[in-house]
């Protein structure tokens, strides 16, 4: 079992460099090996963004069109399509067959918006955060925005493919009077940041917004700017693919006001800078609240949306794909409403898991519903939500230590540890099928099973490197560990600058039920990025570019498979780790 990130007994420095938070040795390696960390990358891709300009944006179009209801096929982006009784598929150009939504088809059909990008900004200038994470039509959400601006107005994107623009306006305010907010509060031993600001606006969520991600960009009088992210849901959906937005996770590693899970200030009181030596994991959150924005410098307040999920939305948008849109507090919320979809994707970074959550998608699996972990690390950490003064599900604890958690001896079921830890003792890898091992790997994908069904029509060969794909935190199947044991080994790629230990690609279905993918690395979501309908690839620059292409054609299998249904009945796993970890020694 990998120590947790966490332990100070694996930190080779006692204070985070400037990069912000990870868990401490994930900047002490990134640092040192050249890598990005989560919080670097995510600086490099808001400044390309500023440096690209706007006018890149508005590309060429690859358009979609489909008329609902016409049995003829017709040309989505280049594929046919075609109505199945109630239900729509298209073949895409490389001859995928995968779910598509023709009302997604002809959202995506309406021109772009340029410049919905935001450029660099003054710190601190503009900043606010939603009273909700999603909401629904008929909703009207409450914005508390904090400016140095006379008055203000906001401007709702929603993110999709548009021709290659990446965004299109679908509501604008009318100019707010801007305030100053007081400063936030500091919860005593708990850490937690909260702000008690009055709401500047509400917005109206009406039949104009389109389910799906959001940014909201708030923009001052004089030129400052910033965004809110929004989920906008439909709860009575029974899309095909359900979208995860990892917020739990954002919100983990947010270090507005100078605390987050990882990290806090030695002396008390707020900081928003993240200078060396700001903070320490001795007084760190136990509990972060979604009533504060998200820094400033983290990808303008857009937090992990842009590199670890927008390429995942981008693809899907340009697809058509039969898809609705969720967050994780909303899985928590309602378990069971994952039963109205054949697949959940939970996206590059989805570490923060509660009960309910994980008790859904397992139940889930069992009804026959397909599980997609497009990253690593995930489900790793248990999480309780509670409310706070904006509303429900607005806390979020984790004490991290069983011994500091109220409930240590009273639910030890419920205590905010790692998974695998004890009281808990429920590893990760009886969910995903791997198990998270490390971070700073830096290695290549290498193919261990060209025949499988996620590598269809890729080309790829047993043994064949794809180069610099394994970047980050990476998991691995663990044989002997509690788990399924039908696990297939896709791909099984030393990691060499990590101790010789291996990041893998798995995939295994439970009797009668669904199946579970885990892409075993952190990098994979941004890889998936296409800059080939006009949208700028500065704005989020793909760690390994040659490998692009490949990646995206695993994940239309990836919709193809996954969208239609149990895949235990269609493409039930077989158990070939054992010709990837008996054929030759392993680490």
Known sequence: MPTAPDDPARRPTPSPPPDGPGSPPEQAETASSGGLSRRRFLGVVGAAAAGAGLAACGGSPARHGVTPGRAAPRR??????????SAT???TPSGVEVPVSPALIEENAKPGTPWWVTTAQVPRSIEGFAGQVSAVVG???PLFVN?????????????????????RLVWRSAEVPGVRQPQPTLAPGVNTVECSWQPSLQVPIDGRWFPGAYLLKLVGDDGEQQFVPLCVRDDTSTAAVRIQHCVTTWQAYNLWGGYSLYYGRTVPGFSFTQAPGSGDFANRARIVSFDRPYSYDWAFGAADFVGNEMPVVLQAERLGLDVTYATDVDLHRDP?????????????HDEYWSRPMRDGARNAVEA??????????ACYRQIRLQS???GPLRHQVCYKSAAEDPLYGHDNSLVTVNWPQPPVNDPECKLIGSTYQDIGAKADMVVADPGHWLLAGTGLTAGQHLAN?????FDRYMPGEPGPSNVDVVAHSLVANRNGNYSDVTWYTTAHGGGVLDTGNASWVVNLIDDTGGFPADIIPPLAPAAGPVLRRIMENVYSVLGAGPASATHPSTGTWRAAYEAAPSA
Not at 368 to 377: D, E
Not at 469 to 473: A, H, I, L, N, P
Request: aromatic share 8%.
């Open 139 to 141: 909703d009207r959400v």
């Open 147 to 167: 400016t140095t601006a006379h008055s203000f107005h906001v401007e709702a994107y929603r993110i999709g493919w548009y021709h290659g623009v990446g965004g």
């Open 368 to 377: 026959g519903v397909n599980l997609a972990f497009l990253g690593a690390n």
């Open 76 to 85: 989505v982006g280049g594929a046919s399509t075609r109505r199945a009784g």
């Open 89 to 91: 598929t298209a073949r």
């Open 336 to 348: 069971a409403g994952l039963l109205r979809h054949r697949c959940l994707l939970s996206l590059g």
């Open 469 to 473: 794909v394994v970047q980050g935190e």
């Open 388 to 390: 706070s003064p904006v």
